[in-house]
């Protein structure tokens, strides 16, 4: 196989596993939020299991882009693949982290009774999880302008987190027994807001690979 033909093969691996990646974090993300407003322990309990899964493949992406950088030496738009294509697993290998970080907060309160309906925060997750999907797409097809687009959706996870916070505080502040609880919701809250941070910044590496500019989406 000439040497082109192979790295252009090694570079569709690499797309496929990123996709499969992201794929499996967006999986993760459903079933933490599931998890929480049905306060399911049990399906909680199998997204800490799963985050080993994730933490492999990003093993193996990161190994194949160093790999690749050490005997292919490649340049230009070649090596901003590579270096994007790294840093987007980092990213969605923290994303990861962070469902198994709103699973804990369902095992946490537990059977309790909810203080609250949890409406914004399967709102927040739609959002994320929209910014994954057009995400992922940006990627495989090089569009920098959808991956661009994407701070608009996370501002508007951004407001609603605003909100959230807000409506939170007023009930920590009439009711000292719901604070731990509402604590535990608000930090779900966050942690949904940082998912979309981490989707801006995959858009960021998108946006690298199409015109070699660093640019802040997450200003």
Do not use: W
């Not at 193996?60 to 690749?68: D, N, S, T």
């Not at 495989?140 to 302008?145: A, I």
């Not at 535990?184 to 998912?195: I, K």
């Amino acid at each position: 196989m000439p040497t082109r033909q192979k790295f252009d093969h090694e570079l569709e691996d690499l797309r496929i596993n990123i996709l499969k990646l992201g794929n499996m974090v967006n999986q993760q993300i459903t079933n933490a939020v599931s998890s929480l407003i049905n306060q399911d322990l049990e399906l909680a309990n199998s997204i800490v299991v799963k985050d080993l899964d994730i933490n492999d493949l990003q093993a193996i992406i990161e190994e194949k882009c160093i790999l690749l950088i050490a005997t292919q030496q490649p340049f230009a738009r070649d090596l901003r693949k590579l270096v994007a294509g790294f840093k987007i697993s980092i990213y969605l290998e923290r994303m990861g982290d962070l469902s198994v970080d709103l699973a804990k907060i369902t095992l946490r309160i537990g059977e309790e009774a909810l203080i609250k309906p949890i409406i914004d925060i399967p709102r927040m997750s739609t959002l994320v999880q929209e910014m994954i999907d057009i995400g992922l797409k940006a990627y495989v097809n090089e569009d920098c302008g959808a991956a661009s687009e994407m701070s608009l959706i996370d501002d508007d996870i951004d407001k609603i987190y605003s909100g959230v916070f807000g409506e939170l505080r007023a009930i920590m502040m009439e009711d000292p027994n719901k604070v731990a609880q509402a604590n535990y919701l608000l930090f779900a809250s966050r942690f949904l807001e940082r998912l979309g941070d981490y989707c801006t910044n995959i858009a960021e590496e998108i946006v690298y690979i199409c015109n070699a500019k660093r640019v802040d989406l997450n200003e």
